[in-house]
């Protein structure tokens, strides 16, 4: 495998050799990780003889895919924001060295430590963890997320990530509207729901650095404990309870509905942890608000996605099924946002 | 009067003869690949033996309710007035009653690609 015809693990080995003045890198394992349609992951194991990292090391390589989302963070951006997340104590991978690439492979790609344990969030959501075992994940989920959130642009200046110019449910609202007037059609229930996500957007918002994908099936767990949140490439400044939101919205229970935090267990566990770790509880209301914004968030993406398959750029049958997805979505919003009360409509 | 047995008819009998008959010899690597398929041919055979037209009810409804004019058949038979009207405010104190109609033309959707999912949201 390569990129551009070089071959992508012989670069890497040179790289990390570069990279710890290492006398010899001994490759043991160099292979592909499964999912990642906009972002390849391969697991790599490596043997350094000398420099300032001998010994055996487990690795992931991260680089682009050749689908790639306007959205999502460059590969520089996305190890910047690790970096601060590491520093600041986020349960996450350890970064270790960006590749900025100069034309002699095509692409950058960095490398970070593998953590332990699997991702799968149907295995986590419907395997057999205890109900103690669950609200102890969520609580460590819980605090992880609040020291995320602990990181403001007060505090810390973050180059690939601009400062926020509008209030975070402002700027969702715009940036969805948008997507959608590109579309061949009219979609009336999102249409309702960011009506409904404008008329009750909060007067008062914080702005923190944000995952953007925090969500179950994108940390990974090992016997039950939380061992590092993955995929950091929708990472941004925004409200803190977007991130909450999402985590929450009936969409990624992956069918465990009653089990209101990410399908693991009861919200509650993940709320008290966090207001623990970050001094402050989201109130039902800001969450409630930042699901409806979640599942218009998903509606738009599945949109996005069907519309690759409908235009030819990558004809998928998983991709066509997303979009036949989108009746469930819009009952997830209407559900969330009726009746409507008389007092959500006069806050304008 | 179609050909007997009818497209519905021959989705549903390929559909049982992928999961009942290939399914136990493929590879495991395979099976959320027949598993979508098989969904595809579920989703496709309930379309093709739906009598309702969901875009046809809304559109109907739309104008009783909204009076939004002519029906642009260009954009699937939603009328683009309706959203422009949303997005201004001019429906702000009809939310409810446009809710409404919409969650009415998401159920019959829903009971052409997901009937199951109805049926765990307590609508059937």
């Not at chain 1, 551009?4 to 710890?20: C, H, P, Q, S, W």
């Not at chain 1, 992931?60 to 590491?86: C, G, H, I, M, P």
């Not at chain 2, 690949?33 to 496709?44: E, G, R, T, V, Y």
């Not at chain 2, 109609?101 to 959707?109: D, G």
Request: proline share 5%.
């Amino acid at each position: 495998m390569g990129i551009n015809g070089v071959d992508l693990k012989v670069f890497a080995g040179e790289f990390i050799k570069r990279a710890t003045k290492a006398n010899a890198v001994k490759l043991d394992r160099f292979e592909q990780l499964a999912g990642g349609a906009v972002q390849e992951n391969y697991a790599m194991d490596v043997e350094l003889s000398g420099g300032v990292m001998p010994g055996l090391h487990q690795l992931v390589l991260r680089t682009d895919a050749v689908a790639s989302l306007d959205a999502s963070l460059s590969r520089a951006a996305e190890f910047e924001v690790l970096s601060v997340a590491w520093q600041a104590g986020v349960l996450v991978p350890e970064p270790l060295w960006l590749h900025v690439d100069e034309g002699e492979l095509g692409g950058d790609f960095y490398l970070m430590r593998r953590v332990a344990g699997d991702a799968s969030a149907r295995d986590l959501v419907r395997g057999d963890l205890s109900g103690s075992q669950r609200e102890g994940l969520l609580a460590q989920l819980g605090e992880t997320l609040a020291s995320l959130h602990g990181i403001t642009p007060e505090k810390k200046t973050i180059g690939a990530l601009p400062a926020p110019e509008l209030p975070p449910a402002i700027r969702r609202i715009q940036e969805y509207r948008c997507t959608l007037d590109k579309l061949r059609n009219p979609h009336p229930t999102l249409e309702l729901a960011l009506r409904w996500l404008e008329l009750n957007a909060p007067r008062k918002h914080r702005v923190v650095l944000t995952h953007g994908d925090f969500r179950t099936g994108n940390y990974m767990v090992e016997d039950g404990q939380l061992t590092g949140v993955l995929d950091w490439e929708f990472a941004g400044w925004s409200d803190p309870v977007e991130d909450l939101g999402w985590f929450c919205a009936r969409c990624w229970r992956f069918g465990e509905w009653e089990r209101e935090a990410g399908g693991i267990g009861p919200l509650d566990a993940l709320l008290s942890a966090y207001e623990r770790k970050a001094g402050w509880r989201p109130d039902v209301t800001q969450l409630h608000y930042w699901r409806v914004m979640a599942t218009v968030r998903w509606a738009v993406i599945a949109l996005l996605q069907a519309e690759r398959h409908l235009s030819g750029e990558q004809p998928s049958l998983e991709l066509a099924l997303t979009g036949r997805m989108l009746p469930e979505i819009e009952l997830d919003l209407l559900q969330e946002i009726l009746p409507i009360a008389e007092k959500e409509v006069s806050n304008a | 009067m179609p050909d007997a047995p009818t497209g519905a008819d021959l989705l549903k009998t390929a559909r049982s003869s992928l999961l009942k008959e290939l399914m136990p010899h493929l590879d495991e690597s395979l099976h959320r690949s027949a598993l979508m398929i098989a969904n595809a041919m579920a989703i496709a055979a309930r379309e093709l033996e739906e009598k309702r037209n969901s875009d046809e009810l809304l559109c109907q409804r739309w104008n009783e309710h909204f009076s939004v004019g002519d029906i642009d058949e260009a954009y699937g038979g939603v009328p683009m007035a309706l959203v422009d009207r949303l997005r201004g405010g001019e429906l702000d104190h009809e939310l409810n009653k446009l809710g409404a109609l919409l969650q009415e033309h998401v159920v019959l959707r829903l009971r052409v690609s997901n009937p199951k999912y109805l049926k765990q949201a307590g609508l059937d």
